[in-house]
């Protein structure tokens, strides 16, 4: 059974820096695409980035580039999001999600199939 795992969520203040992963089972991680998505509170989910299955083709919402980083183990099924400079408008729950057919590539407008149950962080002083 096809399965993502966030963690890696807490309270950091403005400025900080956290790292999520996404842990997943039951599928062939190489082959599916990965994203990062994340709701603040009150508003709609979006979507932050996404690493293709090859691990070539990345992508960032204009919000978070240069400030956030994702990459993949593929040992360890595991996709990570390095973020940086942190601020109060990052708050929110962040969620890992999947697609079939996503060795070569990904977007942040792909439909995902997998979604993990989400991790929340908190950027707060």
């Known amino acids: 059974q096809l399965q993502l795992v966030e963690s890696g969520g807490g309270l950091v203040q403005p400025g900080g820096s956290l790292r999520l992963s996404c842990t997943a089972s039951?599928?062939?991680?190489?082959?599916?695409?990965i994203a990062w998505f994340r709701q603040p509170p009150g508003k709609e989910r979006e979507a932050v980035s996404c690493i293709s299955g090859s691990g070539i083709t990345t992508n960032y919402a204009d919000s978070v580039k240069g400030r956030f980083t994702i990459s993949k183990d593929d040992a360890k099924m595991s996709v990570y999001l390095q973020m940086h400079i942190l601020s109060t408008e990052d708050t929110g729950v962040y969620y890992c999600?999947?697609?079939?057919?996503?060795?070569?590539?990904?977007?942040?407008?792909?439909?995902?199939?997998?979604w993990g149950k989400g991790t929340l962080v908190t950027v707060s002083s």
């Open positions: 039951g599928f062939d991680f190489e082959h599916y695409a």
């Open positions: 999600a999947a697609r079939p057919l996503g060795r070569r590539g990904c977007g942040l407008t792909d439909v995902m199939n997998y």
